[in-house]
């Protein structure tokens, strides 16, 4: 069941959704969970992702990190393809900054407070979502009990904003999903935040999905892998099944 919304942030009014179970367990406390889109944007491929994750028992709140530029798209994963849409995602991309997407958190998790949702709050991330998930679990660590990232790019860079250097304020779980070739986070990358993640004493797990394309969990990406996007599933509704018990 989804409910379209405006949510108030510092910095304006931000589009999302908010998806419920089409069918909850009568008595069953629901979790909360932030899902933070890709570059491609606020789109049907992620509010369909949201409502799989909402029916497995999660009130989840999808948010246009993009609405800082009003209309735009709608775009897929093929519109990288196209130089005018590639050249319009890449500047909302560029100019839609960590910080702002931390201090919009602020506003994400007092919506689904309204939600009277109970426990922890999950987050998780694709792409550029990915570093947003890990982000929001440093800065919200008394909130959120479990972030997870999938094809999440520059997780562990030299930027000055790079997750991997707020691992220290994690207090939560952690689950990385790598795609196994993948530019955005290679392989330096990866043995950097894990080692940033084990000094912090975080719990976490950082998978790598051999074969799979940055991508690769999204159905509207041209690299869509549907096996791929089933083991992530699976990984992911353990995680928060199991994070924020």
Request: proline share 4%; with cysteine.
């Amino acid at each position: 069941m989804r409910r379209d919304l405006q949510i108030q942030t510092a910095d304006g009014s931000a589009r999302a959704a908010m998806f419920r179970p089409d069918a909850a367990p009568a008595g069953k406390a629901l979790r909360g969970v932030i899902l933070y889109m890709d570059a491609i944007g606020f789109r049907a491929a992620m509010a369909g992702m949201a409502q799989r994750l909402a029916d497995a028992g999660h009130v989840v709140l999808l948010p246009d990190l993009f609405y800082r530029f009003g209309d735009y798209g709608p775009f897929t994963g093929a519109s990288f393809g196209d130089d005018a849409a590639r050249g319009q995602i890449m500047t909302m991309l560029r100019e839609t900054s960590q910080e702002m997407t931390k201090r919009d958190t602020a506003a994400f998790l007092a919506a689904l407070d309204a939600e009277t949702v109970e426990g922890p709050i999950g987050v998780v991330g694709y792409c550029m979502g990915g570093g947003r998930a890990l982000t929001a679990a440093a800065a919200y660590p008394d909130r959120i009990g479990a972030a997870a990232s999938f094809h999440g790019g520059n997780l562990a860079s030299d930027a000055p904003d790079s997750p991997h250097l707020l691992a220290d304020r994690i207090k939560g779980r952690v689950y990385v999903g790598c795609a196994g070739v993948d530019t955005s986070f290679p392989p330096e990358q990866s043995a950097r935040l894990a080692e940033a993640l084990r000094r912090a004493e975080v719990d976490h797990i950082i998978e790598n999905y051999v074969g799979m394309a940055h991508g690769w969990a999204v159905p509207d990406h041209t690299v869509y892998d549907e096996a791929g996007a089933e083991r992530h599933w699976t990984r992911l509704l353990t995680f928060f099944a199991e994070a924020l018990a």
